[in-house]
């Protein structure tokens, strides 16, 4: 029972300044309603007033025949004046002195009849009284007439009964039967969905666990409103009855064929059966396309030629394959960035503008390895998926030069950083990486095989390249080769599952050559790739391995990547995370077990907003732990780190719990360890991701001139990533003045430049945040390329600031235009523009009547930009859009009913 469920006691909860008002109101209202002047009613009210009196004199000394007649006619007067209650009906007013008497009076009929009939009346009139159930009591006891004739006052105070009644009903020992309620039930609920009273009936269909009323009730006039009331529940209820609220919406969204609403719900509840069952219940091929968008945005590929083998043609299963494999992605982004003219490629100088420096305060030697390896970044953001740049793919300079400026790990991101800027166009970016491929250098060849993964981020192909080249590497002589050929199949197939690619990369996590950098990889590779799945194979081999390691290599940093791994492989499952952490016991490494549990534990219920498992990691990173207490070692606070970003990770999506979680964290970084004070920015970045609250900025401000040089480089990522892909003036500004403070210190000015080049990534065009469709569906791939990175960053000296930078790469999971395209629905879907309204975000939810969802909106022509907490409706009649949400891909039909 949901209000039962959800903890809270709703007798010993403390009264609100508001509930105190609503009591003194009421107070005030029992008084005014007890106490008539009798010089102040109208002759009408004064003659109304006696006669009901009359009949309750009639009622005390009557005969059973008279009784019977006072009784009919004062539910007669009190049903005439309750049917239109505008304020408190007068024989409500008049009859409630009377109340206990006509109670007493109830007690001593006999006749059966008559009886039911006095009950109908108390019942009616115990609407005046407080603190007792005698409506609900006396309903049960009285005829059965329809209940639309008694008011809708009468039906709420009915409603709001019942739910106490059978609360205390089953919580009593033993539970007691609730049929008698349970008809009333059937009533009611029918009848609010007919009076426009959809959240009500919501309301009582939870509490009563009748949900399956509601989908036998609800008609076309009100599905949208109770399918957005419910799902507006969500966050609110406990398990199990969150997924009970998502198969009813995706039930009523079925049942009116609204699909893509339909392929929303199958979408969070995770399930592939059901989305596969929601795309094939759509017969109409223009909504089919539009649901193969909606899987490409969350990239889940489904086989369609098993699928839709008997149903389509040829022609139409590949147009739902080019939709579903996002491979209109590249060429709409290139037309956003056409009608927005930033075509013309950028160098990070103009994101640096060190011109604007104090004289004297020029940065450290610019040509310095570091410096070189920050500018290949921030290159590599700015000019992410365009295709152009003047460092990398300029015709005027020698294809190497830069690379070969470059030294070490520094020509590796040289070269990987063709991916990003490649990036989503496979044909393109293959034949330009290609060349690369057969370098001498190690380290470029390493790169070339990570950009082939990054430029197959998000995208899929029928020639798969990543799979025909990258294999070949995985279990190369080369522990560099090794690495980015794994971590190039990471990224190319995240979220695939893919029959061949899994074990490929198993081969090398396994093999006793490995270095952990390879294994680390390696099993952030398979988290991605198997990820929210719980594959069995995977985990025992990660938990074999694990448990083989030495105290000494479980302390290492790319040992924490193989706990991501694990966690990501059972993000969102709930009950088989729990069975699977039960197996670390074998860990040779106490502090290393908790670390691995507390990840998967996290992941397992990322974006759920579990308000208990929020409440426990905080319980966690409350305990002190002694640095010199005997038997202390070395990363015995780390689980603590890691329940801080765990809270983030829980809380993000929701936004109540968003702020309640930022709020926390204002205490954790006055009274929290070390290691949480580190890593408190980096869960920060990950609540607000592409979001730049002012109040966080001022915060990550703060701890950006940190005394602790791990903090202020945790903060700074952080800044960066709050402002990720938004051109933030303000922040653009704090970091330029931060690489003037910090140009003397070579690992926070490499910080810096790296968040400058995230800021401005794709020139402000593209998001990190792992949340779309209006913020409701949560991107599992996008996730786990953000926490890749965070866990990086919890060991920042040792791998991003060392020769682990090609991490950040990672990123290109998260990374995806902000974009709203729009197609005609013809055969070839050619792009048609047209006007739009761009605005924030209402929330609509309960309110009554067709309220508008978007306030303070611009109006533009596709393709447009879309950004955080903004919504788009088109601005004509002319056309129908297939789905209620524009966002993305969206495919719009001319409109038979417009006249222009």
């Known amino acids: 029972q949901f209000t039962r469920m959800g903890g809270k006691d709703e007798g010993a909860a403390a009264a609100t300044p508001m509930d105190v008002e609503e009591k003194k109101e009421e107070t005030k209202e029992q008084k005014k309603v007890t106490v008539i002047p009798e010089a102040d009613l109208s002759d009408e009210d004064r003659a109304l007033k006696e006669k009901l009196e009359g009949y309750v004199k009639q009622l005390e000394e009557g005969t059973a025949a008279l009784q019977l007649e006072a009784l009919s006619e004062m539910r007669t007067a009190i049903c005439a004046s309750t049917s239109t209650m505008t304020s408190v009906p007068k024989p409500l007013k008049f009859l409630r002195p009377h109340y206990e008497k006509i109670k007493e009076m109830h007690s001593k009929i006999g006749v059966a009849s008559t009886k039911a009939l006095a009950s109908d009346v108390v019942s009616l009139l115990a609407m005046t009284q407080e603190g007792n159930r005698d409506t609900l009591n006396y309903r049960l006891t009285g005829t059965d007439d329809a209940i639309d004739a008694w008011g809708h006052e009468y039906v709420r105070h009915l409603a709001g009964q019942i739910s106490d009644e059978y609360t205390d009903r089953i919580t009593s020992d033993p539970p007691k039967a609730v049929d008698d309620i349970m008809k009333l039930v059937e009533v009611i609920i029918p009848y609010n969905m007919q009076h426009n009273a959809e959240s009500e009936a919501c309301d009582l269909a939870m509490e009563t666990e009748r949900i399956d009323l509601l989908e036998a009730n609800v008609d076309a006039k009100a599905y949208a409103r109770v399918c957005l009331y419910l799902d507006s529940c969500v966050p609110f209820v406990p398990e199990p009855h969150d997924t009970i609220l998502k198969q009813c919406c995706l039930n009523i969204f079925r049942k009116f064929e609204q699909w893509p609403q339909a392929m929303q719900m199958a979408l969070k509840l995770n399930d592939l059966q059901l989305i596969q069952d929601v795309f094939l219940g759509a017969k109409d091929k223009f909504v089919r396309r539009q649901l193969a968008f909606m899987l490409a945005r969350q990239q889940i590929v489904l086989d369609l030629d098993e699928l839709l083998e008997d149903q389509e043609e040829f022609d139409e299963i590949e147009m739902l394959k080019e939709n579903m494999r996002n491979m209109r992605l590249s060429g709409s982004f290139l037309a956003l960035a056409r009608e927005l003219d930033i075509m013309e490629p950028k160098t990070p100088e103009d994101v640096y503008k060190t011109h604007l420096e104090a004289a004297g305060r020029s940065t450290a030697n610019v040509d310095s390895a570091r410096a070189n390896i920050a500018t290949t970044f921030v290159n590599a953001f700015i000019n992410a998926g365009f295709g152009q740049d003047k460092l990398l793919l300029n015709e005027a300079a020698t294809k190497t030069k830069w690379i070969h400026r470059n030294k070490g790990s520094g020509q590796l991101s040289a070269a990987a950083s063709l991916g990003m800027l490649l990036m989503w166009d496979i044909d393109a970016g293959i034949q330009k990486i290609d060349a690369y491929l057969v370098s001498e ?350 866990v990086s960053a919890l060991s920042m000296d040792e791998v991003i600031l060392k020769d682990g930078h090609y991490m950040l790469y990672n990123l290109a999971l998260a990374m995806y235009p902000r974009i709203l395209c729009t197609f005609n629905d013809d055969e070839e879907m050619s792009p048609v523009n047209t006007a739009v309204r761009v605005g924030q975000r209402v929330d609509t939810v309960g309110l009554a009547g067709k309220p508008n969802t978007i306030t303070g909106f611009v109006t533009n022509n596709t393709p447009v930009l879309m950004g955080h907490g903004e919504r788009a409706q088109l601005a004509t009649d002319e056309f129908v859009p297939l789905t209620s949400l524009l966002e993305g891909f969206v495919i719009i039909k001319k409109n038979p009913e417009y006249e222009e």
């Open 441 to 790: 250098l190690d380290e470029v060849k390493a790169g070339a095989l990570l950009a082939i993964g990054i430029v197959c981020a998000s995208v899929t192909d029928d020639n798969e390249p990543a799979m025909a080249i990258l294999p070949d590497y995985v279990t190369h002589r080369s522990q560099m080769l090794r690495t980015q050929a794994c971590m190039g199949l990471g990224l190319a197939y995240a979220g695939t599952a893919h029959a061949e690619v899994g074990p490929t990369v198993l081969e090398a996590f396994v093999d006793p050559k490995s270095s952990m950098e390879v294994v680390g990889v390696a099993a952030i590779a398979l988290g991605q790739i198997y990820i929210s799945t719980g594959d069995g194979e995977v985990t025992d081999a990660m938990i074999t391995l694990l448990s083989e390691k030495s105290e000494a290599e479980l302390a290492t940093p790319h040992a924490k990547m193989v706990a991501l791994g694990l966690g990501l492989l059972y993000m969102g499952r709930q009950q088989e995370a729990e069975v699977a952490s039960m197996s670390m016991v074998t860990f040779k490494s106490e502090s290393f077990a908790k670390v691995a549990k507390m990840v998967l534990d996290t992941c397992a219920y990322a974006g759920t907003g579990n308000v208990l498992k929020i409440q426990s990691l905080l319980h966690a990173c409350s305990e002190h732990v002694d640095t010199e207490a005997e038997g202390y070692k070395e990363g015995d606070s780390d689980f603590q780190a890691f329940a801080t970003i765990g809270v983030a990770l829980i809380a993000m999506g929701e936004d109540v719990g968003t702020d309640m979680v930022l709020r926390s964290f204002t205490h954790l970084l006055r009274y929290g360890e070390p290691a949480i004070r580190r890593a408190v920015p980096l869960a920060i970045a990950l609540l607000c991701v592409s979001n730049p609250k002012l109040t966080v900025l001022d915060t990550l401000s703060k701890l950006s001139h940190d005394a602790d040089s791990q903090t202020v480089h945790s903060a700074i990522l952080a800044i960066g990533l709050i402002g990720g892909g938004t051109n933030h003036a303000r922040i653009a500004a704090m970091l330029r003045t931060l690489a003037q403070y910090y140009h003397k210190d070579a690992n926070a000015l490499f910080m810096v430049r790296i968040a400058q080049g995230i800021v401005h990534a794709g020139k402000g065009s593209i998001s990190f945040s792992p949340f779309h469709t209006d913020r409701s569906l949560m991107s599992n791939v996008a996730v786990s390329g953000l926490l890749s990175v965070l």
